[in-house]
């Protein structure tokens, strides 16, 4: 603070000698400048939003809702479960055999007189086919069918006759 009342004092003594007024006395006071206007600016973002930046937080999307999974109908029977067979047929000729009303799509266990033959699978209609070669002895066979999950069976009696050549 010395210095600078010094150096005020020595340029009034500069100006008095060159014949000068002394330009402290007219003018105003020092002011200090408001650092609200005096400090640079800063641009804004192009941000109607908030003036804060900071983490964004998502909006959430709504999910579009998907159909709730409709529970399987259980199987029901439309009557009882057939079985029928060539009814007569000549020794050493085929019979064609055929089951309805099984579960769709179920294993079916097939017997001959008690006797395992190859499992069969019902289709999409609880139906069957299975042909049968004809080379048993003659007299009456039962065939059975009988639905692996279902339980339901079905039972038919095929008669064999012998061949004269």
């Given at each position: 603070?010395?210095?600078?009342?010094l150096?005020a004092?020595?340029?009034?003594?500069?100006?008095?000698?060159?014949?000068?007024?002394?330009p402290?006395?007219?003018?105003?006071?020092?002011?200090?400048?408001?650092?609200?206007?005096s400090?640079?600016?800063?641009?804004?973002?192009n941000?109607?939003?908030?003036?804060?930046?900071?983490?964004?937080?998502?909006v959430p999307?709504?999910?579009?809702?998907?159909?709730?999974?409709?529970?399987?109908?259980?199987?029901?029977?439309r009557?009882?479960?057939?079985?029928?067979?060539?009814?007569?047929?000549?020794?050493y000729?085929?019979?064609?055999?055929?089951?309805?009303?099984?579960k769709?799509?179920?294993?079916i266990?097939?017997?001959?007189d008690?006797?395992?033959?190859?499992?069969?699978?019902?289709?999409?209609?609880?139906?069957?086919?299975?042909?049968?070669?004809?080379?048993?002895?003659?007299?009456?066979?039962?065939?059975?069918?009988r639905?692996?999950?279902s339980?339901?069976?079905?039972?038919?009696?095929?008669?064999?006759?012998?061949?004269?050549?």
């Amino acid at each position: 603070m010395k210095r600078a009342l010094l150096a005020a004092m020595v340029a009034a003594a500069v100006l008095a000698v060159a014949g000068c007024d002394n330009p402290f006395e007219d003018d105003p006071a020092p002011r200090t400048p408001d650092p609200a206007t005096s400090a640079p600016k800063t641009p804004e973002p192009n941000n109607p939003g908030t003036k804060s930046p900071g983490r964004k937080v998502p909006v959430p999307v709504p999910k579009p809702e998907s159909p709730k999974p409709v529970p399987p109908k259980p199987w029901v029977p439309r009557g009882p479960a057939t079985l029928t067979g060539c009814g007569t047929f000549a020794q050493y000729s085929d019979c064609t055999f055929q089951g309805s009303n099984f579960k769709p799509g179920e294993k079916i266990y097939f017997l001959r007189d008690g006797s395992p033959l190859p499992d069969l699978t019902a289709d999409k209609e609880g139906r069957f086919t299975h042909v049968s070669a004809g080379s048993l002895r003659t007299g009456a066979h039962t065939y059975t069918a009988r639905g692996a999950q279902s339980g339901v069976t079905a039972r038919t009696t095929v008669r064999v006759t012998p061949v004269y050549f």
